[in-house]
């Protein structure tokens, strides 16, 4: 049984240090990832997969699908125009 207690420990200084420089790793391989993942989804929009089909094999919901395929569209362009 886990018992909840008010305040977490406190880490050492040399623990806390560790721990945020694995959240700073972390963080950004999943932002590389997540960024990836957004191209691909943009790309099988543009070759006419469905909504329904794409949320069906990613995180995302269908909405999210289309907000996320418009907005690196979108990207696309404005990098292409400039």
Same mark, same amino acid.
């Given at each position: 049984?886990? /018992?909840?207690?008010? &305040? !977490? !420990?406190? !880490?050492?200084?040399? #623990? +806390?240090?560790?721990?945020? +420089?694995?959240?700073?790793?972390?963080?950004?391989?999943?932002?590389? *990832?997540?960024?990836?993942? #957004? $191209?691909?989804? $943009? #790309? %099988?929009? *543009? %070759?006419?997969?469905? /909504?329904? @089909?794409?949320?069906?094999?990613? !995180? =995302?919901?269908?909405?999210?699908?289309?907000?996320? $395929?418009? &907005?690196? &569209?979108? @990207?696309? =362009?404005?990098?292409? $125009?400039?």
């Amino acid at each position: 049984m886990l /018992l909840m207690t008010s &305040q !977490p !420990p406190k !880490p050492s200084e040399s #623990d +806390r240090k560790a721990l945020l +420089r694995k959240l700073d790793r972390a963080t950004e391989a999943h932002e590389k *990832t997540r960024k990836a993942l #957004d $191209a691909l989804v $943009a #790309d %099988a929009r *543009t %070759a006419g997969l469905s /909504l329904t @089909e794409i949320s069906e094999h990613t !995180p =995302y919901s269908r909405e999210w699908v289309r907000r996320i $395929a418009a &907005q690196v &569209q979108a @990207e696309r =362009y404005e990098g292409s $125009a400039g």
